[in-house]
């Protein structure tokens, strides 16, 4: 596996591997690399004929208040995971690569941004869809892996990539998770012995919520409510978000009809959660 940090080396190896019709994968992390991220590399292994995994803290995405400095870095960890994987380049730029000083374009966010993450965490989108553009650029792959765990951000990146003809297959790739339920994220590693046992109680709440909707409750009010009785058992859990929301637009659905999309972010402590659960409703269902 080669490492490479400098975005024009991997421009160059991109280019090389493209004028001889070799299909890139791309999967963008942030390293610290878990069963979630591996899940998305293996799934990139079999679509591709060379993978690039870039393990890049990016810190436009982050909020002066938010935990850019102590996120965690375990790189050679990292790196050993991706050899493991048949990685063929972990990319690891610097932020003086990827911003020198000059640096002054950011993307403009379409409205699938604006509610939800975008309203919690104000820059964050711009920082997303601004990197994923740089990275696409430099690595000028035919097909990137992203999350369904980061569902707001998935949407973004396939809107993005449709508005501005960036010509990569955008795939989005199942929430891996935890025995008890917790979506795996590199975050995780913050939460106290205690909040770790109360942490899978955001998924809990949304599978309450999809199983009403199952059940043929359509209300999106009435789901929203029952899947705040489940977190406001447990009084150390905050609820930043729950809702009830159309997965296409992600703006909220007073009735659920077809599909929605459950979101919702807690905090515990200091740590923040988000999660999803995609579910269709039973009305929608019989006509199949
Ligand atoms: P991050 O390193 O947090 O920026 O995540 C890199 C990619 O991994 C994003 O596309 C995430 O949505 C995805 N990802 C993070 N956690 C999970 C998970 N538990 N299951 C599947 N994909 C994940």
């Given at each position: 596996m080669k490492i490479i940090r400098s975005p024009t080396s991997m421009a160059t190896w991109s280019e090389q591997l493209r004028r001889q019709g070799v299909k890139i994968g791309f999967v963008p992390t942030m390293g610290a690399l878990h069963e979630g991220h591996r899940a998305l590399i293996r799934e990139a292994r079999l679509r591709c004929n060379a993978l690039v995994v870039s393990i890049f803290v990016n810190?436009?995405?982050?909020?002066?208040?938010?935990d850019l400095a102590k996120y965690p870095r375990p790189i050679s960890q990292d790196r050993a995971l991706c050899r493991k994987e048949d990685v063929d380049v972990c990319f690891e730029p610097t932020v003086e690569d990827m911003y020198p000083s000059g640096f002054q374009t950011m993307v403009t966010l379409p409205?699938?941004?604006?509610?939800?993450e975008g309203e919690a965490r104000p820059h964050h989108f711009s920082g997303v869809a601004t990197v994923v553009t740089k990275l696409f650029g430099i690595v000028r792959p035919q097909i990137a892996l992203f999350g369904q765990k980061d569902f707001q951000q998935s949407a973004l990146v396939l809107q993005l990539v449709k508005d501005l003809n960036l010509g990569v297959e955008v795939v989005v790739q199942p929430t891996v998770r935890e025995k008890d339920g917790l979506a795996m994220s590199s975050?995780?590693?913050?939460?106290s012995s205690d909040d770790r046992m109360r942490a899978a109680t955001l998924y809990r709440s949304l599978q309450a919520g999809a199983e009403i909707i199952r059940r043929g409750v359509t209300n999106g009010k009435a789901v929203q409510s029952a899947m705040a009785q489940v977190i406001e058992k447990e009084p150390a859990i905050t609820i930043d978000y729950l809702a009830v929301c159309d997965?296409?637009?992600l703006e909220p659905l007073s009735s659920v009809m077809r599909q929605a999309v459950l979101l919702g972010a807690v905090r515990l402590g200091s740590v923040r959660l988000i999660d999803n659960i995609l579910v269709v409703a039973k009305q929608a269902r019989r006509k199949f």
């Open positions: 810190p436009a995405q982050f909020g002066p208040r938010e409205t699938i941004a604006r509610r939800w975050r995780n590693v913050y939460l997965p296409a637009t």
